[in-house]
């Protein structure tokens, strides 16, 4: 059973426009969420992380919205670049900061085309 | 440079046959992690250290030994009970276990006939 979802296996956006990869999680004990990037033939990068005190992180074209409500994070990125094209990586876990026991989603595989 | 260092790249093995993928780390860190991920697939945790000569097993543990007897060093023996043990496996490292993201290997591509 998954606890962690990214229902979008790839998604394509255009260069400069906002690109928004999708987060469920069905534990709702999970109360710290992460986004990693991948590129092929690397190991995953950490890229953004939200608990569940806040409902808005952002760092420079990167924002993380969590909807506790809703059991459900986003990932937004704007504008999009060429270089943003990976496989992304939404995490959870219910120890807030504790990185012994994340939870990690299928990811979602983000083309940016120019 | 800092980082984690896996080898090799890629690994062949015959069933039957135990395998020890390596993972070292020059960052001074104190926990770390193997992840395993099939295509796919999310990351799965198979084991994890805190500090040295301490380990505890992850989601999907079995099959799979470790050991810690160096802090820069967490070396994962995939062993011939491990029923589906062609994979790409990550190695990860953090200064603790909190409040610091996860620093990742390059991975090792271990395939089993």
């Known amino acids: 059973d998954q606890q962690v979802k990214q229902n979008s296996p790839s998604l394509s956006v255009q260069e400069g426009r906002i690109s928004i990869l999708n987060c469920d999680y069905t534990?709702?004990?999970?109360?710290?969420f992460l986004w990693y990037k991948k590129y092929p033939a690397e190991g995953p990068t950490f890229l953004i992380s939200?608990?569940?005190?806040?409902d808005k992180n952002e760092d420079g074209r990167f924002t993380v919205f969590l909807n506790k409500s809703a059991k459900h994070l986003s990932l937004h990125i704007v504008p999009s670049q060429p270089g943003d094209s990976a496989v992304y990586f939404c995490?959870?876990?219910?120890?807030?900061?504790?990185?012994?026991?994340?939870?990690f989603g299928k990811g979602t595989k983000l083309s940016v085309k120019p | 440079d800092g980082g984690i260092t896996q080898s090799p790249k890629y690994l062949f093995r015959k069933e039957g046959q135990n395998v020890t993928l390596s993972c070292e780390q020059n960052?001074?860190?104190?926990?770390m992690y193997w992840y395993r991920q099939d295509p796919g697939q999310g990351l799965r945790l198979i084991y994890y250290?805190?500090?040295?000569?301490?380990?505890q097993k992850g989601d999907i543990a079995e099959g799979y030994s470790v050991s810690r007897e160096k802090k820069e060093s967490f070396p994962l023996t995939v062993t011939s009970a491990q029923k589906n043990p062609t994979a790409f496996y990550l190695c990860?490292?953090?200064?603790?276990?909190?409040?610091?993201?996860?620093?990742f290997g390059n991975g090792t591509r271990l395939t089993v006939t």
């Open positions: 990860a490292s953090t200064m603790d276990s909190y409040n610091s993201p996860l620093h």
């Open positions: 995490a959870a876990s219910d120890v807030v900061g504790s990185q012994g026991n994340l939870i």
């Open positions: 534990n709702s004990m999970f109360d710290y």
């Open positions: 250290s805190q500090i040295v000569n301490d380990f």
């Open positions: 960052l001074n860190h104190d926990a």
């Open positions: 939200i608990s569940s005190i806040k």
